[in-house]
């Protein structure tokens, strides 16, 4: 099985950095998924690591540590659009038919 | 490009009643398909998953069933729903493993 933790809530303002951590502990592991929810709408892809190290993708990076069980996402320039939910998705090494377990998400809320 | 379908998008039902949500794939072969349902304020939870048409697997005891009548068609169906069946239903598609799930836009059952 898989436990898959995350924060509640963020709260940063307009211009600035977050960090939304992610720890997880599965019993393999093949990649962790990062997913943004919109309230009321579906998850759509950010970010996916494999490998450790940090992937960058405009103003959002996201970092993995496979031996800490850790991963972050990083959003930079925060904009008002960005206050959403934040999933982190891990997929497990010993399941074949690649399905994902959820962390509960991050609420991010950027103020003016 | 690929794009999934599903709906629809709002529904409200008497307990008791049945359930019959569709979703449907656009430009892919044979993907892996996925239903989740998230409560309100929580993370996603797998209901079920499929690998190839009439191939469906459970992941948590419920009163929901699902079916793969066709390489791109997933429909989630009850006989009787129960209160605790409310929810935000999430059909999503896959294919290979270092790749992200994709999303529909999700179905927000009520149930009264």
């Known amino acids: 099985g898989q436990n898959i933790d995350q924060p509640t809530e963020m709260t940063a303002t307009e211009g600035a950095i977050v960090q939304i951590n992610c720890t997880y502990q599965t019993s393999g592991f093949n990649g962790l998924f990062w997913y943004q929810q919109h309230a009321g709408e579906a998850p759509t892809f950010l970010s996916y690591n494999v490998l450790d190290g940090l992937e960058e993708k405009g103003r959002f990076s996201s970092f993995l540590s496979r031996s800490k069980g850790y991963s972050y996402l990083l959003l930079k320039e925060l904009q008002m659009k960005d206050s959403a939910s934040y999933l982190c998705?891990?997929?497990?090494?010993?399941?074949?038919?690649?399905?994902?377990?959820f962390g509960a998400g991050t609420q991010v809320v950027v103020t003016p | 490009s690929q794009t999934i379908h599903q709906w629809p998008a709002t529904l409200v039902q008497p307990v008791g009643s049945p359930l019959s949500l569709e979703c449907t794939v656009e430009g892919t072969s044979n993907p892996n398909l996925y239903w989740y349902r998230q409560a309100a304020g929580r993370g996603l939870q797998l209901l079920f998953y499929?690998?190839?048409?009439?191939?469906i697997s459970s992941e948590v005891p419920q009163n929901l069933s699902a079916s793969r009548p066709q390489d791109r068609q997933f429909i989630l169906s009850s006989k009787k729903l129960l209160l605790s069946d409310s929810g935000f239903y999430l059909c999503?598609?896959?294919?290979?493993?270092?790749?992200?799930?994709?999303f529909g836009d999700g179905t927000r059952l009520s149930i009264l």
């Open positions: 999503a598609w896959g294919t290979k493993f270092d790749q992200p799930q994709h």
């Open positions: 499929s690998v190839g048409i009439g191939q």
């Open positions: 998705a891990v997929r497990d090494g010993t399941d074949s038919w690649g399905k994902l377990q």
